[in-house]
């Protein structure tokens, strides 16, 4: 079975800092690429940022700059680091797995249950 948990949401102030982490366990972590996605209310679900087998990165437009992923392939954990957040960054984030590497949410079967950032202004 497979389980993506996140963790790491919460309240932060503008310009602040926050670091979410997802916890994944039932698939062959190592051979998949992991990406964060985040979900405004009433907005589409937005790429945020994604990283490959090989530790390759790519990141969305409000990401770049801002925010770094990481992964831990001997934890199966895959982190964000955020900062400089805005009020925009407000959002239930997403971590997914993909055996691609690709930025298009239709790609990723596997999702977490989502957390909450929000960002006071």
């Known amino acids: 079975q497979v389980v993506l948990v996140e963790r790491g949401g919460g309240l932060v102030q503008a310009g602040g800092s926050l670091i979410l982490s997802c916890a994944a366990s039932?698939?062959?972590?190592?051979?998949?690429?992991l990406g964060w996605f985040r979900q405004a209310p009433g907005k589409e679900r937005e790429f945020v940022a994604v990283i490959n087998r090989v530790s390759s990165t790519l990141y969305g437009d409000s990401a770049q700059g801002r925010f770094t992923i990481s992964r831990d392939n001997s934890e199966n954990t895959v982190s964000l680091q955020m900062s400089s957040l805005k009020p925009e960054d407000t959002a239930v984030y997403y971590c997914?797995?993909?055996?691609?590497?690709?930025?298009?949410?239709?790609?990723?079967?596997?999702w977490g249950q989502g957390t909450q950032v929000t960002v006071s202004s």
């Open positions: 997914a797995a993909t055996p691609t590497t690709s930025m298009n949410k239709e790609h990723f079967p596997f």
């Open positions: 039932g698939f062959a972590f190592v051979n998949y690429s």
